[in-house]
């Protein structure tokens, strides 16, 4: 659980420390890139993911259990602490006004 905190941490400041009008998707799947983390079907598929982290925090969704559900929904070649990671990023990238809620 703290691995996953953590990582939600860092997804964000990654994202909310870049310069303003940084290209948010860009900045989004760099971030994912340099962890690591990619898709075999291209950033495509990560960045549709990140809209889904966005819209599941819309729909009431804690980042935690958000993270929690991208774990689960994914295949196994992320962790727990990687899904975290995609979930911050997707917050300070793609919808930065749920930065509050990891902050």
Request: hydrophobic fraction near 45%; proline fraction near 3%; include cysteine.
């Amino acid at each position: 659980m703290i691995g996953k905190l953590a990582a939600l941490l860092a997804g964000v400041a990654v994202l909310t420390a870049a310069p303003a009008g940084a290209d948010d998707v860009q900045g989004y799947l760099d971030a994912l890139h340099e962890r690591g983390i990619g898709a075999g079907s291209g950033d495509g598929t990560l960045v549709q993911a990140g809209q889904q982290v966005c819209d599941m925090i819309e729909s009431g969704m804690t980042p935690m259990a958000t993270a929690m559900r991208v774990y689960r929904d994914t295949d196994a070649s992320i962790d727990h602490e990687d899904a975290g990671f995609i979930v911050g990023a997707a917050i300070g990238g793609l919808c930065p006004e749920y930065v509050s809620l990891v902050r």
